[in-house]
C-alpha cells in the first residue's frame, strides 16, 4: 500500500467512525503522549533545552493514528528528557485556541505574534499537514528539520524511518 492508499484509508476510517458514532480514544489515557496547551512555550522550552519536538498530527478514531501513537511514540515520549525529544501530539481538527493565543491576539506583538499558529488546526493548516497520521519534526524555531512520515504501513521500517529523521533533526539544530 503507498502512501496516498494509506492516507486515503486513514481517512475514510475516520470518517467512517464519525458517521457510525463512535467514541474516541480519550485523550489523556495512561502512558498517552502530551497535548501541549501553548504551543509558545514548548518551542521556548525547546530553544532552552535543545531538543526535537516530535509532534503526531491525528485525527480521533484513526486506526493508523493510534498505531502510531501505540507501537512507535509512547516509548519515545517514556524516555524523552534523556534522548533530549519532546513528543507530543496535535490533533487536525481541534481548534481550541492554545492557552496564550489570547494574549498574543490582545497584547502588543511582534510581527511573528500575527503569523503564531493560534490553535492545534491552525499549526497543522500553517505546515500544510493534511493527512493523519503524519509525524513532523520541529526544531526550535518552530521549521520542520526533518522530513515528516505521513501515513503508516507496517511497524518493520517505520521505527527505522522514525530513528533516521530524529537524527536528522538532532544533527540540524546541533543537537546530540
Do not use: W
Not at 500500500?1 to 457510525?20: G, I
Not at 498530527?57 to 493514528?65: I, K
Not at 493565543?101 to 493560534?118: C, E, I, K, Q, T
Amino acid at each position: 500500500m503507498n502512501a496516498l492508499q494509506l492516507a486515503a484509508a486513514s481517512l475514510v476510517a475516520a470518517v467512517v467512525s464519525m458517521h457510525a458514532g463512535a467514541q474516541s480514544v480519550p485523550a489523556r489515557a495512561p502512558e498517552s503522549i502530551e497535548r501541549p496547551a501553548s504551543h509558545d512555550a514548548l518551542l521556548r522550552e525547546a530553544v532552552r533545552d535543545g531538543t526535537v519536538i516530535v509532534a503526531l498530527f491525528s485525527l480521533p478514531g484513526c486506526p493508523y493514528c493510534e498505531a502510531v501513537r501505540r507501537e512507535q511514540l509512547r516509548h519515545l515520549a517514556r524516555g524523552q528528557s534523556a534522548q533530549r525529544l519532546r513528543v507530543v501530539e496535535y490533533e487536525l481538527g481541534d481548534r481550541t485556541p492554545f492557552a496564550d493565543a489570547a494574549a498574543r491576539a490582545h497584547g502588543p506583538g511582534n510581527a511573528a505574534d500575527a503569523v503564531a499558529p493560534r490553535s492545534p488546526a491552525a499549526l497543522a493548516a500553517s505546515l500544510d499537514i493534511r493527512v493523519a497520521p503524519t509525524v513532523a519534526f520541529i526544531g526550535p524555531d518552530g521549521k520542520e528539520v526533518a522530513e515528516r512520515l505521513v501515513g503508516y504501513s507496517s511497524p518493520d521500517f517505520y521505527g527505522a524511518y522514525l530513528e533516521q529523521r530524529i537524527a536528522q533533526a538532532r544533527s540540524r539544530i546541533g543537537a546530540r
